[in-house]
């Protein structure tokens, strides 16, 4: 028997099919939206949700072996920088918010590493001088930064583990020795290894062996990534950042100083994370959380603040009134990104005033409904496309996590130690070599980053975990989101797959100042009639196939006590409960 959501997509077929084109559009507005999508995932004991099957499966099966919802957070991502290392490793950097259903509380840890502390402002640009370029290059080891990855495992672990580390670790350890088969999305992002060019190391041998990259289906085993894992699991996170991993890799860079390997040792005796505050606003009701500065969530706060004065459900869904005021304040926000998000180490940030409503009534004012912005200023609050993986898991105690991990871009750096199986990040890219600005390089700091984890509570109850993975669409998707579930009433898996906007251009660190009003990518599911109104106002439009992130949440049903699963539609990924 087909499940009710099948029955009503069916019925939307024979409609469009035998039904003038009136008719349909009727439909369309009455049900809110014409797509189908998978139904949502229902579990009582926990959930696991992940852009890889078999790393969402090793979630579950450490929750079954009495692992807490951190535990089975950590076994999916240590098969993912196995399975899934286009997008993240042990060489890259860890965000989190974790819900504790014993004090009731949100804890967000920020586990980003640092520049090299040896490598000064100066030496930085007579390096690039030597190059023969003024930008930070995006392969290479000058935009390596400490990877803070493993060191948020054990952080977390500390506080919200349950089973020792080694079975955490375990199942990704037999994957890495035994082979597991490399999926469709991932096998495509994969062949773009060439990319990166030649670089120093073992990058081609570890994750392109034989000189290409493995295809759908093949088998794809990292005896190097097992090792390391395997020292990880018996001697902690020192073995990682003082010990024989730290050895490895001090001995590997100093051996390359003269290709501007900085990262030593004592950087990585000197890495701790951070735990910090999330920080929210209410939005018509619900409490949405992100955490502050040196990621980017807090846009997406400033975003759904300036969206709170409009009407978005009487625009309708992927309306051409709904779409642009959402662009134009994600615009908006991301000019105040550009100005002041940094390193808080190292910068003063104005957070109240940027989340405050009276800054959002300002910002709003300047909004046209006719016409799309080509430029808009930083306001005065008083005082481009990544690759990441975003996870999130939940427990029969009602523990939940939300959890990102990045290498930035692909491989990252492309500089892959022999013999330890993993790449490092190419997170220094992010920032700027402008005198004065907050995110300008120093020695010892960390760089403006991308990715951001989400949650949102409920009259102070736990409701929902969720991220989109994807660089710069990270806080426009999480604003639109927020907007599908409150304003439009779809479901978990239904908010994660209604097509998408993605606007780029917006002042950043590569692009000084937004004059042209950037490029506005949309899906194929907005419609054609609001995509000729919005480039009647003036968006420069593009129907791009990629860069529309990739989406996990959970959603906790008090009143049923089950956790709702949803996994993105654009990726290979699953949700799964028991």
């Not at 018509?284 to 975003?303: K, T």
């Not at 004065?309 to 908006?332: I, N, Q, T, Y």
């Not at 995110?439 to 969720?466: C, E, Q, W």
């Not at 008090?558 to 290979?572: F, L, M, P, T």
Request: aromatic share 8%.
């Amino acid at each position: 028997m087909k499940s009710p959501a099948a029955l009503s997509h069916l019925a939307l077929c024979l409609i469009a099919v035998l039904a003038p084109s009136t008719l349909l559009a009727q439909v369309d507005r009455i049900s809110g939206r014409s797509f189908a999508t998978r139904s949502e995932v229902l579990a009582q004991n926990g959930m696991v949700c992940t852009s890889h099957p078999l790393a969402t499966q090793i979630g579950v099966d450490i929750l079954k072996q009495g692992g807490s919802a951190l535990d089975a957070a950590i076994a999916a991502n240590a098969a993912l920088g196995l399975m899934e290392p286009t997008g993240c490793g042990l060489g890259g950097d860890l965000f989190a918010i974790v819900y504790d259903a014993q004090t009731k509380k949100l804890h967000g840890l920020n586990a980003s590493g640092r520049s090299p502390r040896a490598l000064s402002f100066d030496q930085l640009k007579a390096e690039l001088a030597q190059r023969r370029t003024t930008a930070i290059p995006t392969y290479g080891f000058l935009p390596i930064s400490v990877p803070g990855a493993v060191d948020g495992w054990f952080e977390l672990h500390a506080r919200f583990g349950r089973l020792p580390m080694a079975r955490v670790l375990s199942p990704a350890i037999h994957y890495a020795r035994a082979g597991f088969p490399v999926t469709e999305f991932i096998a495509f992002d994969w062949s773009r290894i060439e990319r990166t060019g030649p670089q120093p190391g073992a990058l081609m041998a570890t994750f392109a062996p034989g000189g290409r990259a493995p295809r759908k289906g093949e088998i794809f085993k990292n005896p190097d990534l097992a090792r390391t894992l395997g020292v990880i699991a018996e001697k902690g996170r020192d073995a990682f950042y003082r010990g024989e991993i730290a050895d490895q890799i001090d001995a590997f860079f100093t051996a390359h100083a003269t290709d501007g390997a900085y990262l030593r040792k004592s950087d990585l005796e000197s890495h701790r994370s951070t735990w910090v505050e999330p920080v929210s606003i209410n939005y018509r009701g619900y409490d949405v959380y992100e955490l502050p500065p040196n990621g980017q969530g807090i846009a997406a706060l400033q975003i759904l603040t300036i969206l709170e004065g409009f009407d978005l459900r009487a625009m309708g869904l992927h309306s051409a009134d709904a779409l642009h005021v959402m662009v134009e304040a994600k615009k908006l926000a991301f000019e105040d990104r550009a100005k002041f998000y940094a390193d808080p180490e190292f910068s003063k940030i104005p957070l109240q005033g940027l989340l405050s409503k009276s800054y959002a009534a300002q910002r709003r004012a300047l909004i046209r409904m006719n016409a799309a912005a080509k430029t808009y200023d930083a306001g005065n609050p008083v005082l481009h496309q990544g690759d990441t993986i975003y996870l999130t898991t939940a427990d029969s105690e009602g523990n939940m996590v939300s959890l990102i991990q990045s290498n930035y871009l692909g491989f990252g750096s492309g500089i892959v130690v022999p013999g330890l199986g993993f790449g490092f990040q190419n997170r220094g890219e992010m920032f700027t070599l402008e005198p004065g600005h907050a995110n300008v390089y120093a020695p010892g700091k960390r760089p403006f980053h991308t990715i951001i984890p989400a949650f949102i509570m409920k009259d102070g109850a736990p409701l929902i975990s969720f991220g989109v993975m994807g660089g710069s669409i990270q806080p426009q998707a999480h604003a639109q989101i927020v907007v599908n579930l409150v304003d439009f009433g779809l479901n978990l898996q239904e908010a994660g797959d209604a097509a998408r906007w993605h606007h780029m251009g917006s002042t950043d660190y590569s692009i000084p100042k937004m004059t042209t009003g950037g490029s506005l990518a949309l899906e194929s599911g907005v419609p054609r009639e609001t995509v000729m109104e919005l480039m009647h106002r003036g968006h420069d439009i593009r129907r791009d196939v990629f860069g529309f992130g990739g989406y996990q949440a959970i959603r906790w049903d008090a009143q049923n006590r089950v956790y709702i699963g949803a996994s993105e539609s654009r990726k290979d990924g699953q949700a799964a409960g028991w």
